[in-house]
């Protein structure tokens, strides 16, 4: 069964850092994009970024640039999203998600939530 | 930058079929993939390159795309269906989400 399992919920400070994972097991984790979304509360989703973990190649949305680090661990099939500094307004849940079928994304991380507060 | 456009919302009697538009300057020349969402969990694959659905996703979910419009079709509604629904493009390199859609059964 192809699976994505992220990292747990997180509760942190305005200006700490945050690294969150996301590993994939039951595919070929380098053969495949692996792609960052975040869900503010109660609103829709947007795209962050991906990255093609077989030779690290990134992109990022226009929005997300130089905001977030996409990165990935090919040797165990694992991708991660961090921040240097964050922000109240990065509280939000993450979701990472497999570029597959088509290039639809399938399927998802049970998303990690992000809380940051003073 | 590429814009996708979703009502807020959309409700349907049970048992009836729901229509959930997607709409974007010459959307039909693009793969147009749609996602349900229920409360509290991650979003789910239901309709990927327009037409085609996953394993395990009911034949009641059938997509077109065509000119500047996409559908999801939802026949035979049932109180399980409520969920938001997105749909989503790659335009350049970008994926691009719609806003989301809420679907309500009556």
């Known amino acids: 069964e192809v699976q994505l399992v992220q990292s747990g919920a997180e509760v942190k400070k305005p200006g700490e850092s945050l690294k969150i994972s996301c590993k994939g097991s039951g595919y070929s984790f380098t053969s495949y994009w692996i792609g960052w979304v975040r869900q503010m509360p109660g609103k829709g989703l947007e795209w962050m970024g991906i990255i093609y973990p077989g030779d690290s190649d990134t992109r990022y949305s226009p929005s997300f640039q130089g905001q977030v680090t996409i990165s990935a661990d090919k040797s165990i099939s694992t991708a991660y999203l961090q921040w240097s500094s964050l922000k109240a307004s990065d509280t939000a849940m993450y979701y990472c998600a497999r570029r597959g079928f088509g290039e639809s994304f399938d399927p998802w991380g049970q998303g990690t939530l992000v809380t940051v507060s003073s | 930058s590429y814009e996708v456009t979703q009502p807020l919302s959309v409700s349907v009697a049970l048992g009836q079929t729901a229509r959930i538009t997607c709409g974007g300057n010459?959307?039909?020349?693009?793969?147009v993939h749609w996602y349900q969402q229920k409360p509290g969990q991650a979003p789910v694959l239901v309709i990927y390159r327009d037409i085609n659905r996953p394993s395990g996703i009911p034949e009641r979910f059938s997509g077109s795309n065509s000119g500047n419009t996409a559908t999801l079709t939802i026949s035979r509604a049932q109180a399980g269906d409520e969920a938001d629904y997105y749909c989503?493009?790659?335009?350049?390199?970008?994926?691009?989400f719609g806003g989301g859609t809420k679907l309500t059964v009556l």
């Open positions: 989503q493009v790659w335009d350049s390199s970008t994926a691009v």
């Open positions: 010459y959307i039909g020349s693009k793969n």
